[in-house]
């Protein structure tokens, strides 16, 4: 056997970079606990913030690279950095950016008190982006489950008997959807003998899908998988309670990232079967998407708690963008990265905004942390409060010019070009139906007498500090001024997706 | 001469404006007498406007400024002053202007004075505008501006229910006509391209004349309503419900003239489409004696006068109709003269009985009422027909024409309409002024009206007289220079003179008879009990023939509960309950289904399996159809799919 | 002796993954679940090892151990959750857990 | 500054009304007329400004938005728009000078800078995109309105208002969406601007679905029938401001849509959905008046009077020729102004007697002689009186589509009878009689605020009605090379036919580039 030899530039780490800076970050934050514990959470928060700058800035040379060079391979050819990578990551790490200083609220919580729960947070960041960064089942794999695994642990950690429940519905869940993508993975592994993305659709092509049979069952094992992470019916059952269980930022953070790293595994994995002319997957998709959304906004209606009627508009809008997955085109496909990030800065608005409103403990006689009820006559009590929390809602329910509705229409538009019209006028109407139940938050806020038993017991800001204002305002702005941003955005968006070959 | 047109024209409008500012405020006379005077100022305009025309033989045409101009349509607000509009011109303001002084004593005591000569000053710039428009859309302006006079003076004292009514009646069925009549001028506009009468009547002999008759109809329905003709007769004989003098001035002389104006007026449309000219005749016969019965029975002065008015306009559609357009303007402007002079009459009854209007409560008021008495007299001797007033030459010419142009059923119910003319006219002279007195036991004390009433009617008195003979010459000259100018005459003197005299004979014996009838000693105010009150021929013509009551049970009944059911059903149970519903179903799909979110973990692990083993199915489905694809389509082409 | 092919390492496979499938399903207690959770994972690293030995490629045998590895960090994750639901619940039984619905 | 007015003319009252957080709440009326008149005045320079000898834009601002998907911002006013423009300018003006007191008024007055801001933003944008972004954020304040301020059934009502418009403008926005992928199939370059998309020929195939997708937006907005359920609801709970400005500006927005989109944009389609349409129109007209005639409400009586005069407006926008579009433009004015006055009136007997039952009323005459004069006024405008600015609207209206279709139009033209009949049997109720109940004996007539915004209304009324052509003649110079575009650009004889060749240069038109196959 001759010495293993490989040069140092061949394996070029440089792709590893922002993987690794969190993970180093959550080292270092462990270490420090241990050589001097009890030190404020503001230390934690910024130790990860200076950490996710670092990954931001790792991103932005990768960026670089990517448009100087083309897609890049690192790392025994494991490490896959190309646009989707790129742009995925920067989604993930910026909404990180925002979502950990939300723990500096004014009330105390269990969790921001542990530093392990920043430990964690940045472990589960670095586990996406190595998700996202690779076409290697196994890495796709050890990304998603150390991701997964830190998140389950995170949800437990806000220490409330639904925060358990939660966490330990989510984790059996995800249990089981691990088990399906490593059996569809074995699938796809027998079928081809490979277990990277790129050579197992070679080999099928080559092969010409002479084994059509078990390729599908391996997409369904995948896509049960993925059903999962992106919660699309019927495999969503776990996001309400998730969502209600975990505190506002986790759920707002749970709305974003894993879904944006799963949607692009997904792309990966789905595009080349759909460009295969593979009728079942479009069908399958069609449906799944279908359902999804429309099933999902129609759930929504009938709830009473804000935050799981979010969790229902966040699936829905999975659906919507799923959709980006079934038209794959280039544009659909930049349209997928353009309505995440707006929706990104949408959603952290209205988490942020149901955060400040929270309450240390259960009021008695209140069902749930955030029903409706609580938001009665909003606008007579805080007038500014009430109308950025309705912005949010109406940029979520697509009304322009907030920022959601570009995402919206590009979607729709990306579904027009692409052939297709039916689907295209189902997106447009769930969105009307979406319409009515972010239009009831608004009806309670400005069109309701506020509750006289609620107005002493509810300061709708108890949790409000300096930063989660700043958090808010620039969530704010950023969906007014969405129209300012978009045409960068796209092209930016189009450009790298255009140049990773989707 | 423009100077003297605008004058003419807008004089009233002033004195309209002039009321106006007072129309909320107290009885202010002068706010009767300025308008009055601005009506005359309009009149000594018109007349000279008259002599110059007469004189010149030439007409002032002016354009104001444009109204609507956009594609190819036109109009501007231009004005004529012709031989017909000048005749037009000068019955509105000579009438309006008595009318005017009239009512400064007839509304003495109403405190609605002011708002009142607002109105009647309104009016009579809206007939103006009406009758000098060159061109359709103006004269629809007056036509609707009248209109809108109407209803505003029917419903003059608005706390009555029967006044409030009547005025909405009117306003609706003429509205229906109206239509008829905007419908025409739409078609003259696509057609002709344009709606000045110059222009449009010059392009018509080049049109298809399926589509003349079809404007020729659409016209005359806008002219039926103005004019009250069957079947849009009945509000006129309601809108009896505004004060008199607007009855005189509106309801007799001049609006209900407005469509035979427009006939006249677009004669050079209609002589070229004689069949709707003969249906427009035989309607005008029908109408003639149609509202001559109705009259008979009626016992209510106005109403009788009111039912008088329609059938005298059913002897000028008559005429019109058989092409005599000059004899109809001819009779046109002498009825205007004694109808207006016989309803001012009954005003003065009116008001000296304190608004009774039933003549069998009356009798003998001529002792108190000499003046009057001796006015309606005159006034219903013109509109008799009898030698040498007014209605001799007028009405006597149609029956002429219409002997002259061979349609004998026309002559013969024109003829017989004569007679019951004379009859009922003379029939509530009788009851009013002669015979027993049967008013002071009811409580009444008759006086005689002010003297500035009495001598304010006395031009349309001397009018009523010597306009039939003095006029008729120098009439037939001016307008038939517009018109055409048929000359009627027998080319038999024997038959002239048999049925000239036959005519008079037949009248004066029917005026005797009703004399006879109603001036005996045993009048009594009807109870119904009396058998001719129950026979079936007097029910019919006191109620009018049931029209009015068809109207309400079949039209207007239907109407008010076809709007409750569209409104109550149609509209809230089906139309918005399908919307309403689809929303419902929508909710109620979340409210049934949300059951899967049911909390339980194991039924959410079930759910993933689930999901999993639908696909997986749906693979096994798929992947064996492909796989077995060759003997699919075997079996299939074999089942003949 | 029947000659033991790749077929039947996969048969196998697929038996337990079934086995782990209606384990996860019917189980109501929180520690079988688990247990259910960690024959599904393994019934595929039975196939990986297979499918690696049948092309002569490590690949598959990497996996396995991936998966070994993350079946082991899951139960440490899940054993924690276990024992903070059973110290405020005293049970460890799925229906307990059903606060949240609809 | 002239050149930039159009942003000026939308952003002014925006950026008031984030100012007008600031100012106290016993100063914001006198902040908010204030506002409203600046804006007023400012549209009156417009006007001013305005060369109403020229057919095309004018005033044309373009700035990009998302350049790479051909969106731009792109402002322009021609005939067509520029009086509805001022309209609303002026409505918002009058609106708030005469709000009466009510609870939050501040969040009134700001709502409606921030509706005129809407308002003026869809009349002038010639980018379908910034339309549609216009035409939806309308919706947000006027649900606001009607959902705070309204009547019992407020939130229902407004909620409807809302979702019921957002929903077929959503459709819309597919169609929208398609026109942009046709032009960019024809072209290779995506453009939203609408002057681009007049230069497109589509195979009457598209056209006709477009036009069903443009159709469901802008027929809910209007509202016609079946569509218009919503609209009694909206009025009926919305306060007097809220339905003054419905009926006045936000109707016209789809009706104004009809003309800015469907007409030249699908020439063909038009042709071909003209009956169907004009048969809706009738239904609307007829149907509707029916309906008004059985309420028991006199605002209800207003309202769905309001939606039968709309079928007139859609009518002469179908008779595809210049003297209807012409008359129809006209008419959204005339009707902006009349039922505007008609519900501002409604809404000053609402406030002296908290009840719009005409049961409730009778004699009021006697009572208040100069609100039933204004009252008679506007009502006779209502009926389309002559010399009333409702009169030369209809009658254009009603005359364009006569030459299209005899019988349809005598039906149509049944409105002067329907709308009379309903409108004298309110009036008659609500003045007429003798006073019955004891609360009306001593009701104040108008007062000086409500005064102030009805006597300018009383004028326009009669002053456009009388002598229409300052507003008649942009409109017609406008609507003329609309036509000539919409005749060039048909393809099927049918088309060809119906819309008439004015043989006019017409300038804004280029020869289209690429037909799409």
């Not at chain 1, 910024?46 to 391979?73: H, K, V, Y």
């Not at chain 2, 949300?594 to 997986?616: D, E, P």
């Amino acid at each position: 056997m001759n010495p293993v030899d490989i040069s140092i530039e061949s394996l070029n780490l440089i792709t590893l970079a922002p993987m690794v800076i969190p993970i180093i970050g959550a080292l270092f934050i462990l270490i420090i606990d241990m050589f001097k514990g009890g030190l404020d959470k503001s230390l934690y928060v910024m130790l990860s913030l200076l950490f996710l700058f670092m990954d931001f800035g790792a991103l932005l040379n990768a960026a670089g690279l990517f448009s100087q060079s083309g897609t890049m391979m690192g790392v025994f050819d494991v490490m896959l950095i190309d646009g989707l990578a790129i742009i995925s990551q920067f989604i993930i790490v910026g909404a990180s950016i925002f979502f950990i200083p939300l723990v500096l609220t004014n009330k105390r919580f269990h969790e921001s008190s542990y530093p392990e729960y920043f430990a964690l947070f940045l472990f589960m960041i670095g586990g996406f982006q190595f998700m996202v960064a690779t076409d290697n089942l196994i890495l796709i794999f050890v990304g998603l489950e150390t991701a997964s695994l830190a998140l389950y642990t995170l949800i437990a950690m806000h220490n409330r008997n639904r925060s358990f429940e939660a966490a330990v519905k989510y984790f059996t869940m995800g249990a089981l959807a691990a088990g399906f993508f490593s059996f569809g993975s074995m699938i796809f592994y027998a079928l081809t003998g490979s277990i990277e993305i790129n050579q197992i659709a070679k080999v099928l092509e080559a092969d010409n899908y002479s084994n059509i049979g078990f390729v599908l069952v391996a997409v369904v094992f995948m896509l049960a998988s993925f059903g999962f992470k992106l919660s699309l019916i019927p495999f969503h059952t776990w996001a309400p309670d998730v969502y209600e269980g975990s505190s506002a930022p986790m759920a707002g953070y749970l709305s974003i990232v894993p879904k944006i790293a799963a949607f692009v595994v997904s792309m990966r994995l789905f595009e080349f079967l759909i460009h295969s002319n593979i009728v079942w997957v479009e069908i399958v998709l069609y449906i799944t998407v279908v359902i999804t959304m429309t099933m999902a906004n129609i759930w929504a209606l009938v709830q009473t708690d804000v935050k799981r009627m979010l969790a229902y508009s966040s699936i829905s809008h999975a659906g919507f963008v799923m959709a980006a997955i079934l038209i794959s085109t280039t544009q659909a496909n930049s349209a997928l990265f353009l309505y995440w990030i707006l929706f990104s800065f949408t959603n952290l608005g209205a988490f942020a905004m149901l955060w400040i409103s929270r309450q240390k403990y259960l009021p008695a006689g209140q069902s749930s942390d955030q029903n409706y009820e609580k938001f009665s006559g909003l606008v007579k009590t805080s007038p500014v409060a009430a109308s950025i929390m309705a912005l949010f809602m109406l940029s979520l329910a697509g009304l322009p010019p907030f920022a959601l509705f570009w995402g919206k229409m590009y979607m729709i538009s990306s579904a027009i070009t692409g052939g297709y019209t039916i689907l295209a006028l189902i997106m447009a109407l769930n969105s009307a139906i979406a319409g009515y139940y972010y239009l009831k938050l608004i009806v309670y806020m400005f069109m309701k007498e506020p509750s006289v038993a609620h107005e002493q017991s509810v300061n709708i800001s108890s949790n409000i500090t300096l930063s989660l204002k700043t958090i808010i305002g620039v969530a704010t702005i950023g969906t007014i001024f969405a129209f300012l941003a978009v045409n960068p955005i796209l092209e930016f968006v189009t450009a790298f997706v255009y140049k990773s070959g989707y | 001469m423009e100077k003297y047109l605008y004058i003419a024209l807008f004089a009233p409008l002033v004195g309209s404006l002039f009321a106006a500012l007072f129309g909320a405020s107290k009885k202010t006379l002068f706010a009767g007498i300025i308008p009055s005077f601005l009506i005359f100022v309009s009149f000594v305009a018109s007349s000279i406007l008259l002599v110059y025309v007469l004189k010149t033989g030439s007409i002032v045409h002016v354009e104001m400024m444009t109204w609507m101009a956009t594609g190819d349509l036109y109009i501007p607000f231009g004005f004529v002053v012709d031989q017909i509009s000048v005749t037009m011109m000068m019955v509105v303001t000579l009438v309006s202007t008595v009318v005017h002084v009239y009512a400064i004593g007839y509304m003495d005591h109403d405190k609605g004075f002011n708002r009142f000569f607002s109105y009647l000053s309104a009016f009579v710039f809206s007939m103006m505008i009406l009758v000098m428009s060159d061109n359709f859309a103006g004269l629809f302006i007056g036509w609707e501006g009248v209109g809108l006079c109407s209803w505003l003076l029917i419903g003059f004292w608005y706390h009555k229910e029967s006044a409030t009514w009547a005025a909405n009646e009117a306003f609706i069925m003429n509205r229906i006509a109206d239509l008829g009549m905007l419908i025409g001028i739409f078609l003259i506009y696509w057609h002709t391209g344009t709606l000045q009468y110059a222009e449009a009547f010059a392009a018509m002999p080049d049109l298809d004349p399926e589509i003349l008759t079809w404007m020729g109809i659409f016209l005359f329905i806008g002219a039926m309503g103005k004019s009250a003709q069957f079947p849009l007769h009945t509000w006129l004989a309601d809108a009896m419900e505004g004060p008199t003098p607007v009855s005189a001035l509106i309801h007799a002389a001049t609006m209900v003239t407005a469509g035979v104006y427009l006939v006249v007026r677009s004669n050079e449309l209609y002589a070229l489409i004689p069949h709707v000219g003969l249906f427009i005749a035989s309607l005008g016969a029908f109408v003639a004696i149609f509202a001559a019965t109705m009259a008979l029975v009626n016992r209510d002065i106005k109403r009788v006068i009111a039912y008088s008015t329609l059938s005298q306009l059913g002897y000028m559609f008559a005429a019109v109709g058989l092409g005599a357009y000059w004899v109809a303007l001819f009779h046109l402007m002498a009825h205007a003269f004694f109808k207006a002079l016989l309803f001012l009459g009954a005003g003065n009854v009116m008001h000296a009985m304190k608004d009774e209007l039933d003549p069998f409560k009356m009798g003998g008021l001529g002792k108190s009422m000499k003046g009057t008495m001796i006015l309606m007299t005159v006034a219903s001797v013109a509109l008799a027909g009898i030698f040498p007033l007014a209605g001799f030459f007028s009405k006597d010419l149609i029956l002429e024409v219409a002997f002259i142009d061979q349609h004998f059923i026309i002559y013969g119910v024109l003829l017989l309409t004569a007679g019951l003319t004379a009859f009922y006219s003379f029939r509530i002279i009788a009851l009013i002024f002669h015979g027993e007195d049967r008013h002071t036991s009811l409580g009444h004390h008759p006086h005689e009206a002010y003297k500035f009433m009495l001598w304010a009617m006395s031009p349309l008195l001397i009018l009523a007289v010597i306009s039939g003979f003095l006029f008729k010459g120098g009439f037939f000259e001016m307008v038939t220079q517009l018109l055409p100018a048929t000359e009627y005459h027998i080319e038999s003197v024997t038959t002239y003179w048999i049925i000239t005299i036959g005519t008079q004979i037949f009248v004066l014996i029917a005026i005797f008879f009703a004399y006879k009838k109603y001036m005996c000693k045993s009048i009594k105010v009807p109870d119904g009990t009396s058998a001719m009150e129950n026979s079936f021929k007097y029910k019919l013509l006191i109620n009018q023939y049931y029209i009015p009551h068809f109207y309400e049970e079949y039209l207007t009944k239907p109407y008010r509960k076809l709007s409750i059911i569209f409104w109550e059903k149609i509209d809230m149970k089906i139309v918005d309950a399908s919307v309403d519903g689809i929303a419902k179903a929508i909710y109620a799909t979340g409210e049934k289904t949300r059951g899967m979110q049911s909390g339980n973990l194991s039924t959410m692990l079930k759910w993933m399996v689930a999901g999993l083993v639908i696909l997986l199915s749906l693979a096994v489905v798929f992947g064996l159809a492909a796989r077995h694809s060759v003997e699919i389509g075997t079996i299939l082409s074999g089942l003949g799919v | 002796m029947m000659e033991i092919g790749l077929n039947h390492y996969l048969v196998l496979s697929t038996i337990l993954f079934a086995i782990g499938l209606v384990g996860i399903m019917r189980r109501k207690n929180l520690l079988m679940l688990f247990f259910a959770t960690e024959i599904l994972l393994n019934s595929v690293n039975v196939a990986f090892v297979a499918i690696s030995h049948f092309y002569g490629d490590l690949t598959g045998q990497m996996f396995a151990f991936f998966v070994i590895a993350i079946a082991a960090s899951e139960v440490a994750v899940g054993l924690g959750l276990l024992i903070l639901w059973h110290k405020r619940h005293n049970n460890i039984d799925l229906d307990s857990m059903s606060t949240m619905k609809g | 500054m002239v050149d930039h007015i159009l942003s000026i003319l939308i952003f002014f009252p925006a950026v008031a009304a984030v100012l007008g957080f600031a100012v106290h709440k016993d100063s914001i009326r006198a902040y908010g007329i204030f506002i409203a008149i600046i804006e007023f005045a400012l549209s009156l320079w417009l006007w001013f400004c305005f060369d109403s000898t020229v057919s095309g834009m004018q005033f044309m601002e373009h700035l990009p938005l998302v350049s790479s998907f051909g969106i731009n911002y792109i402002l322009g006013v021609d005939g067509i728009s520029l009086f509805i423009v001022i309209l609303a300018s002026f409505f918002t003006m009058i609106g708030i000078a005469s709000l009466g007191e009510m609870k939050d008024i501040k969040n009134m007055i700001i709502t409606l800078l921030f509706l005129q801001m809407t308002m003026v933003g869809v009349f002038v944008a010639l980018d379908a995109i910034v339309f549609y972004i216009f035409w939806e954020l309308s919706l947000v304040p006027m649900l606001y309105i009607i959902g705070a301020w309204g009547g019992p059934l407020r939130i229902y009502a407004s909620v409807k208002f809302f979702l019921y418009t957002f929903a077929g403008s959503l459709v819309m926005l597919v169609g929208i969406l398609f026109m942009a992928y046709f032009y960019y199939q024809a072209t290779g370059v995506w453009s939203f601007a609408i002057l681009d998309w007049y230069r497109l020929i589509l195979p009457e195939t598209f056209q006709l679905w477009l036009f069903v997708a443009f159709f469901i937006g802008f027929a809910i907005k209007v509202p016609m029938f079946p569509f218009h359920t919503w609209l009694p609801y909206a009025h009926g709970q919305a306060p007097t401001i809220g339905s003054v400005i419905l009926a006045a500006i936000l109707l016209k927005m789809g009706t104004y849509a009809f003309i800015r989109f469907s007409l030249p944009l699908f020439p063909d389609a038009s042709v071909f959905f003209m009956f169907p349409i004009a048969i809706l129109a009738i239904i609307m007209i007829i149907y509707t008046a029916m309906v008004a005639y059985g309420q028991k409400d006199i605002k209800q009586v207003v309202a769905y009077s309001s939606v039968s005069h709309m079928g007139v407006i859609i009518l002469g926008t179908f008779a595809l020729n210049v003297e209807g579009i012409t008359g129809s433009v006209f008419l959204m004015i005339a009707h902006g102004v009349v039922s505007g006055a008609l519900f501002f009136l409604v809404g000053v007997i609402y406030d002296r007697r908290k009840t719009k039952l005409m049961s409730e009323f009778g004699g009021l005459a006697s009572v208040m002689p100069i609100y039933a004069t204004v009252f008679g006024l506007m009502l006779m405008a209502s009926v389309g009186m002559p010399l009333t600015i409702n009169f030369v609207g209809e009658f254009l209206s009603l005359l364009g589509f006569y030459k299209q279709s005899h019988i349809l139009t005598i039906l149509a033209g049944t409105a002067i009878i329907v709308g009379a009949i309903y409108m004298l049997t309110a009036y008659k109720k609500m003045f007429f009689g003798e006073v019955t109940k004891k609360e009306n004996k001593n009701l104040p007539d108008l007062n000086k605020r409500e005064l102030v915004a009805l006597l300018p209304l009383v004028v326009i009324t009669l002053w456009l009605g009388i002598y229409p052509k300052p507003v008649l003649e942009p409109i017609n110079n406008s609507v003329e090379p609309l036509v000539q575009l919409m005749h060039d650009k048909a393809i099927s004889e049918e088309a060809k036919k119906r819309i008439p060749n004015l043989s006019k240069g017409v300038e804004i038109i280029k020869t289209p580039t690429q037909e799409v196959n």
